[in-house]
């Protein structure tokens, strides 16, 4: 138990239905952020959200839209998703944004179909 | 552009010690050094970090220079379940901000 809780563990999407990816972090951290791990591939960097506010989108396609309702909650709504963007996406947390620890869910498994 | 070269792979086997070593030659002055553990389907699990000299918990030690222009994480009589893929972390600065940017990693394999 890391502190960092997604949901659905799991999804499978048709590519033009619209999910969300649920996160929800309980340590108290100010920074969040979405990662990308596709097979055999490093970590990419996806969004930065620090105080609710987004600081980083690393030229993520339009697909993939992010919500911070508040420190404590992040989404990931998708839509008109292609296969390609198979993947485990994983929300993390952290105290601040200034290189302290980073703290990761179990991910979602996301599988386009 | 801080960055991180770590050996792609290793094999050990059980009991012995493995030593992983990460170069990070363009680090800044205000960076930490962090390593990540993930196990496949799950995310990766913080294990150790440092600033210079030596740091050591009850999961692993820390080694670095002075130059700070490399670090090594040392795993302790490993078993099989240490099989997984290490991440070498270094704070990055950008002009955005801090960019924690993961590279490969190096996939560790523990032999019976």
């Known amino acids: 138990e890391t502190g960092v809780t997604q949901t659905p563990r799991h999804l499978v999407m048709g590519m033009t239905n619209k999910k969300s990816l649920k996160c929800e972090q309980h340590?108290?951290?100010?920074?969040m952020y979405w990662y990308k791990q596709s097979a055999k591939k490093p970590l990419e960097l996806m969004f930065v959200y620090n105080f609710k506010e987004q600081t980083e989108n690393n030229s993520v396609p339009s697909r993939f839209s992010p919500e911070c309702p508040n420190s404590s909650h992040l989404f990931l709504h998708l839509h008109t998703l292609q296969p390609e963007d198979s993947a485990l996406y994983l929300c993390?947390?952290?105290?601040?944004?200034?290189?302290?620890?980073?703290?990761f869910g179990e991910g979602s498994w996301l599988t386009v179909v | 552009l801080a960055k991180t070269t770590q050996p792609i792979s290793m094999d050990s086997y059980e009991g012995q010690e493995v030593n992983i070593t990460c170069s990070h030659n363009?680090?800044?002055?205000?960076?930490?050094i962090t390593w990540y553990q993930q196990f496949p389907s799950q995310g990766p699990r913080f294990i150790i970090q440092?600033?210079?000299t030596k740091v050591t918990n009850e999961v692993a030690s820390l080694f670095i220079p002075a130059d700070r222009k490399s670090s090594t994480l040392s795993l302790p009589r490993v078993s099989l379940s240490d099989t997984a893929v290490y991440y070498c972390?270094?704070?990055?600065?950008?002009?955005?901000?801090?960019?924690?940017?993961f590279g490969a990693g190096t996939r560790l394999f523990v032999k019976a």
């Open positions: 993390a947390s952290s105290r601040d944004r200034e290189g302290n620890t980073i703290y």
């Open positions: 440092g600033y210079k």
């Open positions: 340590l108290g951290h100010n920074a």
């Open positions: 363009n680090i800044a002055t205000n960076d930490y």
């Open positions: 972390l270094v704070g990055e600065r950008n002009t955005g901000g801090f960019k924690t940017i």
